[in-house]
């Protein structure tokens, strides 16, 4: 029940798009669930993040939406640009601190 | 300020051998995660130290991999007999304590060390 799928795989928008990934689990004791950003060589960096008590939660360009019912959430990107292309990992928290990530969804924007 | 840093950023050894990693996290964060990321997949839990307690080992693979936190700063991920199944980039997160308010901890990853098993 630990797992987190992600879908899709990899997704090509053209810039200006909307780039969508979606986010299904099946443990509801997941309290907390964060997106991750990874570029090429880099660590993964905290994107938004959104409790399961909140529907959506909008910052700047990025937008999650969280369906509780349906234990599915997903990350919305208005208006892409090329710089928003690289690898995104969404994830859920349980015991304490730790996270259980998707398999990761690359990204490419093209101008 | 500075960052996680991992070292060597690197790594190739033959099967058989042991290797170390390091991590030296944010200074003043009292968390620190081992994660594995193989070739096109997710993030995989290996370890937490979390202060003074003890480590939550529940994601290490197998009793070849074992990870120690000297002072409550440096950490050291330790691999014996590394086989090919092992070659992955190995990260690290540290995360600082809870400010009043705060719902969760944010974990601050490192660039990973490449590991490739021949």
């Known amino acids: 029940q630990q797992q987190v799928k992600q879908s899709p795989q990899s997704l090509i928008v053209q810039k200006g798009g909307i780039s969508i990934i979606n986010c299904a689990y099946e443990?509801?004791?997941?309290?907390?669930f964060p997106w991750y950003q990874q570029f090429p060589g880099k660590g993964p960096a905290l994107l938004i993040a959104i409790r399961p008590d909140v529907s959506e939660k909008k910052e700047g360009r990025f937008t999650i939406s969280f369906n509780k019912s349906a234990k599915q959430f997903s990350l919305h990107i208005m208006d892409s640009q090329p710089g928003d292309s690289a690898t995104y990992f969404c994830a859920a928290r349980w015991g304490a601190q730790k996270l259980v990530f998707g398999q990761g969804t690359r990204l490419t924007i093209n101008p | 300020g500075a960052g996680v840093s991992q070292s060597p950023s690197n790594k190739v050894t033959e099967k058989g051998k042991d290797v170390e990693l390091r991590c030296d996290p944010i200074?003043?964060?009292?968390?620190l995660y081992w994660y594995r990321q193989s070739l096109g997949q997710g993030l995989e839990f290996l370890i937490y130290f979390q202060g003074n307690s003890a480590p939550d080992k529940s994601g290490l693979p197998s009793d070849r991999f074992s990870a120690e936190r000297t002072g409550g700063s440096v950490s050291t991920l330790t691999i014996q007999r590394t086989q090919q199944e092992d070659s992955a980039v190995y990260l690290c997160?540290?995360?600082?304590?809870?400010?009043?308010?705060?719902?969760?901890?944010?974990?601050?990853f490192g660039p990973g060390t490449r590991l490739t098993v021949t």
């Open positions: 997160a540290s995360s600082s304590p809870l400010a009043p308010g705060q719902f969760s901890y944010e974990q601050y």
């Open positions: 200074s003043g964060h009292t968390a």
């Open positions: 443990n509801t004791a997941f309290d907390y």
